[in-house]
């Protein structure tokens, strides 16, 4: 990593986004330009008083339009945390490449959106390539638990019959969005009707499946997705409210598919009271089974900071442009 600073812009300081301000707070190599957010209560503020720490000399703007660059200043990287949604995200993305960023996303579609949005994709890509600046999602999930931690993996491997992960999460002890997101105290029947309209469940679970084809260079076929509520079974109460028997308390989730024969799924439960564990499990001719298992699992708001950072750090200096994945760079680690 190169010596000088990098230069970052905190860009929609919501949960995750007041995580990165903080990850920026205590890492020696990065340096924060700004940054911004629309809400009038944050706007003005320091950033370090919105993290609970102390002075840091960084005003929170409302557009990126208000913000000069530094000085030396190389890659400038927005470290952005606004929206799961990419067709609504965009329009963010393009204007902080009009002002000469490269753009680390926490948009759960961008982690491999070339499936889902292939005019789309080919756009962002021309026109980061053109600015030569890099966009990328990523985040813990996806972009680390149920894809590039299998990617890597596989590298220790030479002939693979079945890859499967699995990763459990207790809601319970989320922010309440993310309870909110997962049908907490919906009735069974509100819940599938969401479903089946596509407006409810974890963004990004079919994006992991296909970085992962993508990854090994791998067709995919097959593609089966399924949610189903996880019900509880007794009266319980958590912060987001009571929640009596019979009522939703999460999420079951499962994407698969076939890559050259290779059966590929990820399933994922998200509900209050689950048992936290992420495992991922790879069947091969020549060394039978391998796993990888968290114990607690890995927790998901932390995670997803530190990982958009240590992105950030990873393509400062890489000489690539346009819309990539975190299969195109280099393995992306904790650099000093």
Not at 6 to 14: D, F, N, R, S, W
């Amino acid at each position: 990593m190169p010596s000088e600073h990098i230069h970052v812009l905190p860009y929609g300081l919501g949960p995750i986004g007041i995580k990165i301000v903080e990850n920026c707070l205590q890492t020696e190599a990065v340096r924060m330009i700004s940054a911004v957010d629309i809400d009038p209560l944050k706007i003005g503020r320091d950033v370090g008083e919105l993290a609970g720490r102390e002075y840091a000399g960084v005003s929170v703007v409302s557009n990126v339009e208000e913000i000069g660059s530094p000085s030396g200043a190389n890659r400038k990287i927005a470290l952005h945390a606004t929206g799961s949604n990419l067709e609504m995200v965009w329009p963010q993305i393009k204007q902080l490449l009009d002002h000469g960023y490269s753009v680390v996303s926490t948009c759960e579609q961008l982690a491999y959106p070339w499936h889902r949005y292939p005019e789309l994709s080919r756009e962002i890509d021309q026109y980061a390539s053109d600015k030569q600046q890099i966009v990328i999602g990523t985040g813990v999930n996806p972009g680390f638990v149920m894809d590039s931690l299998a990617l890597f993996a596989t590298s220790v491997t030479q002939s693979i019959t079945r890859i499967y992960i699995s990763r459990k999460v207790d809601v319970a002890k989320r922010r309440l969005p993310l309870q909110k997101k997962v049908g907490i105290g919906m009735t069974p029947e509100q819940f599938m009707e969401l479903a089946e309209q596509d407006r409810i469940g974890h963004v990004g679970l079919e994006e992991s499946l296909r970085l992962i084809a993508y990854g090994l260079n791998l067709s995919l076929s097959d593609v089966y997705n399924r949610i189903d509520p996880v019900i509880s079974w007794q009266d319980m109460e958590l912060s987001s409210g009571s929640i009596k028997k019979n009522e939703v308390i999460g999420l079951h989730q499962i994407s698969r598919g076939i890559a050259a024969g290779i059966p590929i799924e990820l399933d994922l439960v998200m509900s209050a009271g689950a048992k936290q564990e992420d495992r991922l499990t790879l069947e091969t001719a020549e060394m039978g089974t391998l796993e990888i298992v968290v114990p607690h699992g890995i927790f998901g708001d932390t995670a997803t900071a530190n990982i958009v950072v240590n992105t950030a750090k990873t393509i400062h200096s890489f000489e690539r442009s346009g819309l990539l994945t975190m299969a195109d760079i280099p393995l992306a680690r904790n650099m000093h």
